[in-house]
């Protein structure tokens, strides 16, 4: 068994990362660390890890913290994953996770994107009742003097 392998390739094995591209684009924009705050090492993307070492991921809003348990290069079942690596993520970390997630549905902005089912009827019942009840024969040729 190996005593040390590539950050990117482990990160992309445990399926922290969907692709290895993406693990080692992560780790050449500093999104990846070695080591417990606040001494965290910048990990290139050739960084190995070894079985103890703590490797913190921002993903944000959320920095992801992980306890290497072993090593490997090949992709795990997700079933696996629970053997190789210990998720120690702070627990503020996760709830800020929870308040982004109900946030989300809570605070959506008017206009932004397509209305809702319920928007369109609100809509559609607004208009009917304008058009039925109001004149609009403006004049706007008349100089309000």
């Known amino acids: 068994m190996k005593e040390e392998v590539r950050i990117d390739k482990w990160l992309w094995a445990v399926r922290v990362f969907k692709t290895r591209t993406i693990a080692t684009e992560a780790c050449k ?6 080591g417990n705050a606040p ?24 920095t992801y913290s992980f306890r290497v348990r072993a090593l490997t290069e090949n992709r795990l079942g997700a079933r696996l994953v629970p053997d190789y690596m210990e998720n120690v993520t702070p627990q503020a970390q996760l709830d800020l996770l929870e308040v982004v997630k109900i946030s989300g549905f809570i605070d959506r902005r008017k206009g932004l994107g397509r209305p809702t089912k319920r928007e369109g009827r609100e809509l559609a019942r607004f208009t009917d009742d304008i058009s039925d009840g109001w004149d609009f024969d403006f004049d706007f040729d008349d100089n309000d003097e």
Request: charge should be positive; avoid cysteine.
């Open 29 to 34: 924009k500093g999104r990846v660390t070695l």
């Open 39 to 62: 001494s965290d090492t910048i990990a290139k993307p050739s960084r190995t890890v070894r079985v103890g070492d703590i490797v913190n991921v921002r993903k944000p809003p959320v």
